[in-house]
């Protein structure tokens, strides 16, 4: 049955993911309550390696190629892709930053004096502006347009309008991540 529903494109929500998203949070729990800084830092690099990855990978990869093929073909792939990054942008976001938080916390990297508490202030700012760009306006307007293309007959005028700002907002993002690369950097390098 799951099988099924995967490759429905008439299902935009899959709720078994929010089951993935809720094992994923109480995994970011059981770190932040181990304060294990392994398992703390595991979690943190991998859910911003996937976050990173991700919006760097559809921000300059898929997005150039969606801007060129067949509006067809862009259509199948949207109504496709969206329904599969519904539940997981957010958590990757959500449990990079909080665990980020925790894990700068333990690490006593919140009490550095300045000018090294510089990097940490710049780190947590990013990681704010992404969050809030990311699921204040990238999602919904991903489920804008994915909801649009669903239709028989989608206003693509409309979703162009749509399209033209969140490009934008994607090189944004992809620029605030690679600014985020650099700060990490720093940081396993040390203050």
């Not at 991700?54 to 300059?60: A, K």
Request: glycine fraction near 8%; include cysteine.
């Amino acid at each position: 049955m799951t099988a099924i529903a995967d490759s429905d494109p008439g299902q935009l929500i899959r709720w078994h993911y929010l089951g993935y998203s809720v094992l994923a949070l109480a995994v970011m729990t059981a770190a932040i309550a181990s304060h294990d800084h392994w398992f703390l830092n595991f979690v943190h690099v991998i859910c911003g390696v996937l976050w990173t990855g991700i919006d760097l990978f559809m921000g300059f990869v898929m997005g150039p190629i969606l801007r060129r093929v067949d509006l067809s073909v862009r259509r199948e792939i949207v109504v496709r892709l969206v329904p599969k990054t519904l539940f997981l942008m957010p958590t990757l976001s959500i449990i990079t930053g909080t665990t980020g938080w925790y894990l700068a916390n333990d690490l006593g990297f919140l009490d550095v004096p300045w000018p090294q508490f510089g990097w940490v202030a710049a780190a947590l700012t990013l990681v704010i502006l992404m969050t809030i760009q990311g699921v204040g306006y990238l999602l919904p307007t991903n489920l804008r347009v994915c909801m649009q293309l669903r239709r028989p007959d989608p206003d693509f005028v409309k979703i162009s309008r749509m399209m033209r700002s969140f490009f934008l907002a994607v090189a944004i993002q992809g620029t605030m991540q690679v600014l985020t690369i650099v700060i990490m950097a720093r940081f396993v390098s040390g203050l």
